[in-house]
């Protein structure tokens, strides 16, 4: 029987194009082009000998084969998805993948995770961090924290922080800095990515001859910190990110202002689909521990 069966790519194509009744949408699918396709489909009813579609100028129509055709072809791929999920699922399943922004994961997970391994040792946890998270894959993990507004479509959020804005910088630095309209001398450094940064710290403080958008700009805040730490400029920091490095005296507020804002980090989940056994215990966890925290 085995010669009998067509490639799985033609009836891949096949299917997809059913779907949309469109070669070109099911190339964009399949990350194909067109052609390809097209080509493929074309094989497929040659090995069966029989036309699955009637091409229209601006459309695809299923034949009588085709439309009966098409549920068999579905319903063959459902089995062997679902029996993937059931013969190798398990080994995804024994470890309880979390994202996390790679800040966060840095300056504030580090420290809590051995606690958390030490309550729950049976429990395995790969970490993978991300610079910013994106929608859409659910597929890559089974929690993520992410820093933004906690509205994301699909997803719970629980928030971990609360966030203030302030400038820190090296002490030789912030020796020079008796008012924050001395920063009009100082190199800015930003982090790309957030909503809220040195303009709404600088119209909180009234300052309006700084220059808002001037200097350096990185995709994370570790670098900012870093470059700060080192002599290149004061950074605005976010309490979360920047308050280990002030704490050890690395880095020091050279202003009293520290600004409340919205944005924060979250832990996300996803509302639908089978979640990981050990998704509740971890989410409990993280945020009875983020809550013992000052705010």
Not at 64 to 81: H, I, N, S, T, W
Not at 159 to 166: F, H, K, Q, S
Not at 185 to 207: C, D, F, I, K, S
Not at 224 to 231: I, W
Request: with cysteine; net charge neutral.
């Amino acid at each position: 029987m085995s010669h009998q069966m067509p490639p799985l790519t033609w009836l891949r194509a096949f299917e997809a194009s059913a779907r949309h009744l469109s070669f070109t949408n099911a190339a964009t699918e399949l990350n194909l082009t067109q052609a390809a396709i097209s080509k493929q489909v074309k094989l497929l009813e040659h090995h069966l000998r029989e036309t699955l579609f009637e091409r229209l100028p601006r459309s695809l129509v299923l034949t009588k084969v085709g439309a009966a055709y098409m549920p068999k072809v579905q319903d063959a791929f459902e089995r062997l998805a679902a029996g993937t999920v059931e013969v190798f699922g398990g080994r995804r399943a024994e470890l309880l993948t979390v994202r996390s922004a790679v800040g966060y994961a840095v300056n504030d997970l580090a420290a809590r995770l051995p606690r958390f391994l030490a309550s729950h040792p049976k429990i395995g946890v790969r970490i993978v961090s991300s610079v910013w998270s994106k929608d859409g894959e659910a597929e890559h993990f089974d929690l993520d924290i992410r820093y933004g507004f906690g509205r994301w479509a699909g997803y719970r959020t629980d928030r971990l922080t609360w966030e203030t804005l302030e400038p820190v910088c090296l002490p030789s630095v912030a020796a020079r800095l008796a008012r924050a309209e001395d920063l009009v001398n100082e190199r800015l450094l930003h982090v790309l990515g957030y909503q809220e940064g040195w303009a709404t710290w600088l119209a909180a403080a009234g300052v309006r001859s700084v220059n808002a958008g001037s200097g350096l700009h990185f995709d994370t805040s570790l670098m900012a910190l870093e470059v700060a730490a080192n002599g290149g400029g004061v950074a605005l920091g976010r309490r979360s990110m920047s308050a280990k490095d002030v704490a050890s005296g690395r880095l020091v507020r050279p202003f009293s202002l520290a600004l409340p804002v919205d944005e924060a980090f979250y832990l996300v989940s996803p509302e639908h689909g089978q979640a990981h056994p050990d998704a509740r215990i971890f989410r409990d966890w993280l945020v009875s521990d983020m809550a013992s925290d000052p705010r």
